[in-house]
């Protein structure tokens, strides 16, 4: 990206997936989750979504997973670069690195590293563009689209006043809950990771997580350096919270940023993490990287990076050994 050379575009991001897949065929490989917006209109146009999946496939079972989006805002470049980073240094310490040998060989990470990339190639024309790319709405207007961390189907009617239900708005949820593609293929995609194994209604947000749930969701955005866990909709503690709390404040003790609910910050609804919470009882978190969209290179390779790779690295490690919701 020029001026900032250390955020891959859209296409250097895959074509660094092609590469790790490639150079790591026994440890990396690419899912298509589904369709950007664009080319759910014109399939020669637009975005396959792609999830890079890590673990070690020669050693079978169930293992504990970690998901985690990245860049689901258009013009938050951090977010993408610092996973793709990570992935790397997962796949470059297999075998010689003990803890990055342990975890591909004990857990699955999946990463959707660019969760909206047509609205992310606008972004990169030098647009600020926060929302996906859908022309039906707002389309003759200088914001159009929908924003897809208010568009998840779980509390996205709620009456919190959380998102808007106009169309130029930046944080519009859409016509209906999970009206947009790229919402679409995150809902199922997760849903086939994460099977909800607790008792009654599997879609009730109202039933805690499952005290056994080995999994961890991570949405990734930028700017404001803090942990964020669920509610966004209500300032009501979720059935989990405590354990939830913990988690955050560890993480955050890795990064130095600021742990607290996420309604705390202001409140919201439709978001990744209540529904991933919400509905499946994965434990959940948006972290907001550093003090802009996109820093400049040497603030994001010598702060940003590093310490939230640490964040990271512990966040993966409770993954297995287990973190136990209460
Ligand atoms: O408003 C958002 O979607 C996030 N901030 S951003 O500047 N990246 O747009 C914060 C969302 C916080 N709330 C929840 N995650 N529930
Ligand atoms: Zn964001």
Redesign the pocket.
């Known amino acids: 990206i020029p001026g900032y050379a250390c955020y891959r575009t859209v296409e250097e991001t895959q074509q660094t997936v092609d590469s790790l897949v490639d150079n790591y065929p026994l440890l990396a490989s690419a899912i298509d989750i589904g369709d950007s917006w664009r080319r759910t209109r014109n399939g020669a146009q637009g975005y396959d979504l792609v999830v890079l999946k890590l673990t070690n496939s020669t050693t079978g079972g169930t293992k504990p997973k970690m998901f985690v989006m990245s860049s689901v805002?258009a013009r938050?470049y951090t977010p993408a670069e610092l996973m793709t980073r990570y992935a790397e240094e997962l796949l470059a310490g297999y075998g010689v690195d003990p803890d990055a040998t342990w975890l591909l060989d004990h857990n699955e990470f999946h990463f959707l590293l660019q969760a909206n990339p047509d609205g992310r190639k606008r972004a990169e024309a030098g647009n600020s563009w926060?929302k996906n790319e859908n022309l039906d709405y707002c389309g003759s207007g200088t914001r159009p689209g929908i924003?897809l961390?208010?568009n998840f189907p779980v509390f996205w009617n709620y009456n919190n006043g959380g998102s808007s239900t106009s169309a130029c708005s930046e944080?519009y949820r859409g016509p209906g809950a999970a009206s947009e593609p790229e919402t679409q293929a995150v809902i199922e995609y997760v849903r086939s990771i994460f099977p909800d194994t607790r008792p009654g209604n599997p879609e009730d947000p109202s039933i805690p997580a499952d005290p056994d749930t080995q999994g961890l969701f991570l949405?990734i955005?930028?700017?404001?350096q803090l942990v964020?866990w669920?509610?966004?909709?209500s300032t009501a503690p979720s059935g989990n919270a405590d354990a939830l709390a913990t988690l955050g404040m560890r993480m955050a003790w890795f990064n130095g940023y600021e742990p607290q609910q996420?309604?705390g910050?202001?409140p919201?609804r439709g978001?990744?993490?209540?529904f991933a919470y919400g509905e499946m009882g994965v434990p959940s978190y948006?972290i907001?990287l550093g003090v802009a969209f996109f820093e400049n290179c040497t603030t994001f390779q010598n702060n940003t990076a590093p310490k939230n790779l640490q964040a990271l690295r512990y966040a993966a490690r409770t993954l297995h050994a287990p973190y136990r919701l209460p």
């Open positions: 805002h938050e926060r924003d961390n208010r944080t949405d955005h930028s700017y404001s964020l669920p509610w966004g909709h996420a309604v910050l202001y919201t978001t990744t993490d209540d948006t907001e």
